[in-house]
């Protein structure tokens, strides 16, 4: 519990202690690798992200549901107009809260949240986008007006929603693995735990 | 006579036009009546106007059926005339008519006593001419006489002439004429007698030549009446609008001599007329209207005329056109789409209403719609367009205008009015009225159409609001988009939030944003277990808040500077920064106390405490010594440790608190002056002690058994 101001990283103490310290004192700074910062706020691109299945299937899913949005924007009359209400809520919530999770995952944000629980978040979006866009381009089609922005938002509708099946499929994958590691880390760290002890539960640790 | 009646088969062929030809000169002085050959008329003048009922004649009678007028000029010198009317009546034999069996039941009489012509006995009538001109009324008899040898039933005897009846100049004269007892409806004939201005009489009426008269000259915009009169004459000139029952007068001066006048821009309209005359009494006047066909006239007219609406209630339009001229024009009804500028006709055979000037009528409409306006047309041109006001019938909506007509056999035909014409409905065409064709049908049939009109076809108006895409989603993704935003910006800024948060966490109930008080705790670590309770209780003084420095957290720097030097600098910046410092005693500390305090005596070994608490008591003792301690030192201990008295009367200068009993004061004490509430130090005076609880029984229970 340490104030506001101290210095984020081993970086201030280092170099004090290096500077004075000739004394034998049994305190000696550890190495550690400092972090560097770069770009706004220490933002770095993952891009490695957006190679795999997840970030592309993400990218696709954007593109997808933005120009859904944008197609069925361009009509003027509707009749009736609830499921065009609809589709439209459904693009553009996905669009903006699927871009958000994009960015958040390809600049490695989501990290600085470790509060939040990532991959349920993620395995919800796509879950729920997947029930609702399908669910609104059925609504659509059945309107059937055959205006041709209709069937192109329908069109890119369907496949929005593929993209969405797709990944909620990888996230369910990687979050059934998740939990069969857990429950082996838990068993790991039960055990090491009960060999160290810590004899001054007062001294509070160095914040790193 | 020849030439006489020459004159009247040439007056005969071109009617009463005397501008044509001019006017026949009479020399008499007294009035005559005169008939074709064969007949005989005698003139009984100035008798009284008596018209009768009308009876149907029994016998053949003599009816005049041709009634004419010409204007003569009634002459006493070459040069003295007056205008006079001359009236030529044709005369015919006319047989009783054949009455309708059922209407009378005297059929049967009237036959009997018809005797069959020809008979012996001449025909006689009796024929009545009345004349009527501004102040003078005037009836004369004629008994005309046909001889038996002409008389032939339903034929055309002959005609009669009266000479003349004396009217004045540019006026008017009506004619009457009609048989005594009358036989049938009278004829009568309007005779507008030539005025002074035109070539007719101005070589004959002596009264013409002094007129003055005026000619219009325009130069660029202006327009002036260049008045040629010659000098010392003095006459009237009147300017005045001629509307239809009245006239307003816009010039009404005496003036002398020739003139220029120069007309008001405003005055000139069609309408507008010039009167003169010289300044006597009961003159001639000339009057003349030049500007019927002016341009320039016209456009004033227009840009000065009004359309005014007057809606009563929801179903009550009433219109009223203001102007200063009468103004042939029709008023239409039209749609106006909403957003347009054009208004279309609309697609009803409704009534194309004639104006009347300054007269207030009335639209049979069933509803009032706001988009429905009126316009002014005339002469094929659109002059006024008006639109009911906003604030009774509300904004214009977005309508679509429908039209219902009756085909053959009960069919109806719908058609939605679009800028192009009328769709009929329903329709495979890429226009917005073909788009919801079906459904404003449907619209239509559920009664969600308001009626407009309801004569040859009924007018619908029905709403578009329920079909048009509304774009509140647009105001969705820009809430979604801030939100994003502000959370990408907080994920960026971590430190910033990070401090917000904390910011948030600080207890708001002791004054606000307070930076928290830097506190030193310096304590003489005895045993392990003291050192944990020391811990503990600089933890717990965290949570007032407090800035806590113990060396136990800092024990790098500790060894980095040596405890001197750190104790130094953490009692001088927690002094300079408005701190306190709080002296943790326990029996370690006394011992070595004593041992310093008794140093101006003999010194007795080293002090087998760490030497920590003998630095910190090098720094604080100097303050003490010169008596400086008092605002920024509290000392305090643990009474089931060390009682208050054991500690040396030295540090008596301040406040010296036996904790965990006087917790409150201790608490108050460290978080120093300001407005502190009660219960609020109590309850955190409940919680240290509760925190510290476990840790100062294991304290008590291991005592200095447990290791440092």
Not at chain 1, 181 to 208: F, G, K
Not at chain 2, 304 to 314: E, H, I, M
Not at chain 2, 373 to 388: A, M, N, T
Not at chain 2, 397 to 423: I, K, V, Y
Request: hydrophobic share 40%.
């Amino acid at each position: 519990m340490r104030s506001g101001e101290e210095l984020d990283g081993f970086e201030g103490e280092a170099s004090s202690t290096s500077m004075i310290s000739g004394a034998s004192s049994p305190y000696q700074p550890t190495t550690e690798p400092v972090s560097q910062r770069r770009g706004l706020g220490g933002l770095r691109c993952h891009p490695d992200y957006l190679r795999r299945a997840p970030g592309r299937l993400k990218l696709a899913q954007v593109v997808l549901a933005l120009i859904a949005f944008i197609c069925i924007e361009t009509i003027m009359e509707c009749s009736p107009c609830e499921g065009l209400y609809f589709f439209e809520f459904v693009s553009c919530s996905a669009f903006v809260i699927t871009g958000v999770l994009l960015l958040m995952f390809s600049l490695n944000l989501h990290t600085r949240i470790p509060q939040i629980n990532w991959n349920i978040t993620d395995l919800v979006n796509t879950g729920l986008s997947t029930f609702f866009f399908f669910i609104a381009s059925i609504v659509l089609a059945a309107l059937n007006h055959k205006a041709g922005a209709e069937i192109a938002a329908v069109v890119f509708g369907f496949l929005a929603t593929a993209a969405y099946a797709a990944n909620t499929f990888l996230a369910v994958q990687k979050w059934r693995m998740n939990i069969r590691q857990q429950s082996t880390n838990e068993y790991i760290r039960a055990r090491t735990e009960s060999r160290e002890v810590d004899s001054r539960p007062e001294i509070q640790r160095l914040d790193t | 006579m020849p030439v006489p009646w020459l004159l009247l088969f040439f007056s005969l062929i071109l009617g009463s036009r005397p501008w044509v030809f001019s006017l026949e000169k009479l020399a008499e002085s007294h009035d005559d009546a005169r008939c074709s050959q064969g007949l005989s008329c005698h003139l009984w003048d100035d008798v009284l106007c008596l018209l009768e009922r009308i009876e149907p004649p029994q016998d053949l009678v003599l009816v005049p059926t041709k009634l004419q007028t010409e204007v003569v000029l009634r002459c006493r010198e070459e040069s003295n005339c007056v205008p006079c009317v001359r009236v030529t009546l044709h005369l015919t034999v006319q047989e009783p008519r054949k009455e309708d069996p059922e209407e009378d039941g005297l059929q049967e009489d009237a036959e009997l006593t018809f005797r069959p012509w020809p008979r012996n006995e001449s025909l006689q009538a009796e024929i009545i001419l009345s004349f009527q001109a501004y102040l003078s009324d005037r009836c004369v008899l004629v008994k005309v006489e046909v001889p038996a040898a002409m008389v032939q039933p339903g034929q055309n005897v002959g005609s009669l002439v009266f000479d003349c009846f004396k009217a004045p100049v540019g006026g008017e004269v009506r004619i009457w004429s009609y048989t005594q007892p009358p036989y049938q409806e009278e004829l009568n004939h309007t005779q507008q007698l030539p005025d002074c201005i035109g070539p007719e009489l101005q070589d004959s009426v002596r009264s013409c030549w002094v007129l003055p008269w005026f000619n219009i000259s325009a130069e660029g915009d202006a327009i002036q009446l260049v008045l040629d009169v010659s000098t010392e004459q003095n006459y009237i000139l009147f300017l005045y609008w001629n509307q239809t029952r009245n006239f307003s007068t816009r010039f009404h001066e005496v003036l002398t001599g020739p003139q220029n006048i120069t007309l008001n821009q405003t005055d000139l309209v069609p309408c507008l007329c010039i009167q003169m005359w010289p300044n006597v009494q009961d003159a001639i006047r000339n009057s003349h209207c030049p500007f019927w066909e002016d341009s320039r006239a016209h456009r004033n007219l227009w840009s000065q005329s009004k359309l005014k609406l007057r809606v009563w209630g929801t179903t009550g339009l009433s219109w009223m056109v203001e102007a200063p001229c009468p103004l042939s024009a029709e008023i239409v009804l039209c749609w106006k789409p909403m957003g347009s500028e054009s208004c279309h006709p609309l697609p009803l055979p409704l009534p194309r209403e004639n104006v009347t000037v300054n007269k207030s009528q009335d639209f049979p409409l069933l509803t009032l719609h706001p988009n429905v306006c009126v316009q002014v047309w005339s002469r094929e041109k659109l002059r006024i367009q008006e639109c009911p006001p906003e604030d009774i019938l509300g904004p214009q909506r977005d309508d679509m205008l429908l039209l219902e007509t009756w085909g053959p056999q009960e069919s109806h035909s719908f058609c939605a009015m679009e800028t192009n014409g009328c769709t009929t409905l329903p329709s495979m065409a890429h226009t917005r009225a073909a788009f919801l064709g079906k459904q404003l049908l449907q619209d239509l049939q559920s009664g969600q159409c308001v009626q407009l009109w309801n004569d040859t076809g009924i007018l619908w108006a029905c709403s578009l609001q329920k079909y048009t895409h509304e774009r509140w989603v647009l105001l969705w993704l820009a809430f979604l988009v801030l939100a994003a935003c502000i959370l990408l910006l907080l994920l960026l800024n971590r430190g910033g939030m990070k401090g917000w948060l904390q910011f948030l966490k600080e207890d708001y109930r002791y004054g606000g944003a307070a930076h928290a008080r830097r506190a030193l705790l310096l304590y003489s670590p005895d045993h392990a277990s003291f050192e944990r309770l020391v811990g503990t209780l600089a933890t717990a003084l965290w949570q007032l808040p407090l800035s806590v420095a113990v060396d136990l957290w800092h024990r790098r720097e500790l060894s980095a500077l040596g405890p001197l030097a750190w104790f130094h600098a953490q009692r001088r910046q927690a002094l300079q920064e408005g701190g306190v410092v709080i002296l943790l005693f326990s029996p370690g500390a006394v011992a070595l106390c004593q041992e310093w305090l008794q140093e101006v005596g003999a010194p007795q070994g080293p002090a087998p405490t760490a030497d920590t608490f003998a630095a910190s008591l090098s720094c604080v003792l100097p303050d003490f010594l010169e008596g400086r301690a008092a605002g920024c030192y509290v000392v305090a201990c643990f009474e089931e440790l060390l009682p208050p008295q054991g500690i040396p009367d030295l540090f008596h200068a301040v406040p010296v608190f036996s904790l965990p009993s006087q917790m409150p004061a201790f608490l108050r004490a460290l978080l120093g002056p300001g407005k502190r509430r009660q219960d609020t130090l109590k309850a955190h005076a409940t919680r240290v002690g509760q925190y510290l609880q476990p840790a100062l029984e294991e304290c008590l229970q291991l005592g200095s058994s447990s290791a440092l």
